[in-house]
């Protein structure tokens, strides 16, 4: 997995993230390239660090709140385990999940970040803080999963396209696992 970083969240990562960088073009192996860039960044809710990450095709976006300084060097995982639970969440078949989930490579990361999806992830930390999404007493009341399925139930505009990230991951999902059982 490419994370793409704000400067935010790249000065919270250790530095090895950004020690397994490769080429832009290059993919881990049998990492669908597609299924494995997003951006990330993070946000300050009620004085308590969360994380947004942001998928640069679909703008499929994902909440993780409370971020612990611990759980940094765990990233990797922590995306992984929230991105395969809000899928399965989304009806996702199991098999899909199973190969999804092994062919998904180690957290690497850059600073080279997408104006046009951090637009997107500006949209949804505005849902967060501001405005759709409802009112709770405390970040740590946020169900991850819960958040994470209504931030991707709202339209979201790609340069001059209007799509829903929900229906664009899972058919990106479908086109990408189709693809890989007839190669």
Request: aromatic share 6%; net charge positive; charged share 25%.
């Amino acid at each position: 997995m490419l994370l793409h970083c704000t400067k935010k969240l790249a000065a919270k990562l250790p530095a090895d993230v950004f020690g397994k960088l490769a080429p832009r073009s290059v993919s881990v192996q049998g990492e669908p390239s597609s299924l494995g860039a997003w951006h990330g960044h993070l946000l300050i809710l009620d004085r308590r660090p969360c994380l947004l990450f942001c998928h640069d095709l679909t703008r499929y976006v994902l909440f993780l709140p409370c971020l612990r300084m611990s759980q940094v060097g765990e990233l990797g995982r922590l995306h992984r385990e929230l991105f395969l639970a809000t899928l399965a969440a989304e009806g996702v078949p199991a098999a899909y999940l199973d190969r999804l989930e092994r062919i998904w490579g180690p957290l690497r990361g850059d600073t080279k970040t997408d104006r046009s999806v951090l637009a997107s992830l500006r949209v949804a930390a505005d849902d967060l803080q501001y405005g759709s999404l409802p009112r709770v007493a405390n970040v740590l009341d946020l169900d991850p999963m819960t958040t994470s399925r209504r931030l991707n139930e709202r339209p979201c505009r790609v340069r001059t396209l209007l799509i829903w990230p929900a229906q664009a991951m899972l058919a990106l999902i479908d086109e990408e696992m189709r693809a890989s059982t007839t190669t």
